[in-house]
C-alpha cells in the first residue's frame, strides 16, 4: 500500500471556533508531513446590500469593506496556529463558500481540504445547506470535517 503524503493542504476559515479548530488540525498535518498550508477564507457577498440612505454602495466599497473583513479572519486565525516551519499561504476569495472551496483546491493541486462542521449561523445553514455538508459531495480531493 502506498503510503499518503499530502503536499498541499487547504483549510477553509471564516472566524469562528469551529474554522479555528480546523485550521489547527491542518496546520498539525501540514507539518507533520512538511506540506504547504493554504488558509482561504470565502465572504459570500451580500445580496441586495444597500448603504444607510437606501442607494447602493459604490463597488470599491463593498470590496474594501469585504477584503477587511476576511484579513481581520484571516490574521486571527494565524495568530492562533503555530505556522513555524511551514509554508503558509493565505488567500481571501469571494463567492459561495463550498464552490469557492473546491475551486481552490483544484488550482492548487491540493491533496486534502479541511472544514469546521458548522461556522455559519442557523438560518444560513437551514436556507442553503452547510458548507462541510455540501463539499462532502462536492470536494475534488479527501475532506476532513473537524468537529
Same mark, same amino acid.
Given at each position: 500500500?502506498?503510503?499518503?503524503?499530502?503536499?498541499?493542504?487547504?483549510?477553509?476559515?471564516?472566524?469562528?471556533?469551529?474554522?479555528?479548530?480546523?485550521?489547527?488540525?491542518?496546520a498539525g498535518i501540514?507539518?507533520?508531513?512538511?506540506?504547504?498550508?493554504?488558509?482561504?477564507?470565502?465572504?459570500?457577498? @451580500?445580496?441586495?446590500w444597500w448603504g444607510? &440612505?437606501?442607494?447602493?454602495?459604490? $463597488? =470599491?466599497? %463593498?470590496?474594501?469593506?469585504?477584503?477587511? *473583513?476576511?484579513?481581520?479572519?484571516?490574521d486571527e486565525t494565524?495568530?492562533?496556529?503555530?505556522?513555524?516551519?511551514?509554508?503558509?499561504?493565505?488567500?481571501?476569495?469571494?463567492?459561495? @463558500?463550498?464552490?469557492?472551496?473546491?475551486? &481552490?483546491?483544484?488550482?492548487?493541486? $491540493? =491533496?486534502? %481540504?479541511?472544514?469546521?462542521?458548522?461556522? *455559519?449561523?442557523?438560518?444560513?445553514?437551514?436556507?442553503?445547506?452547510?458548507?462541510?455538508?455540501?463539499?462532502?459531495?462536492?470536494?475534488?480531493?479527501?475532506?476532513?470535517?473537524?468537529?
Open positions: 500500500m502506498e503510503k499518503w503524503d499530502p503536499k498541499v493542504v487547504v483549510v477553509g476559515v471564516d472566524g469562528s471556533e469551529r474554522s479555528v479548530r480546523a485550521a489547527q488540525v491542518a501540514a507539518k507533520g508531513h512538511g506540506s504547504q498550508l493554504q488558509v482561504v477564507t470565502v465572504v459570500r457577498p @451580500p445580496e441586495g444607510v &440612505v437606501g442607494s447602493p454602495p459604490p $463597488a =470599491d466599497a %463593498l470590496a474594501s469593506s469585504m477584503a477587511e *473583513a476576511q484579513r481581520t479572519v484571516l494565524l495568530a492562533q496556529l503555530d505556522t513555524e516551519g511551514l509554508d503558509v499561504v493565505s488567500s481571501e476569495e469571494i463567492g459561495d @463558500p463550498a464552490t469557492a472551496l473546491s475551486e &481552490v483546491c483544484t488550482s492548487v493541486g $491540493a =491533496d486534502l %481540504l479541511v472544514v469546521g462542521r458548522r461556522g *455559519a449561523g442557523m438560518v444560513e445553514r437551514i436556507i442553503l445547506g452547510s458548507v462541510a455538508d455540501r463539499l462532502a459531495h462536492d470536494a475534488p480531493c479527501p475532506l476532513l470535517i473537524v468537529p
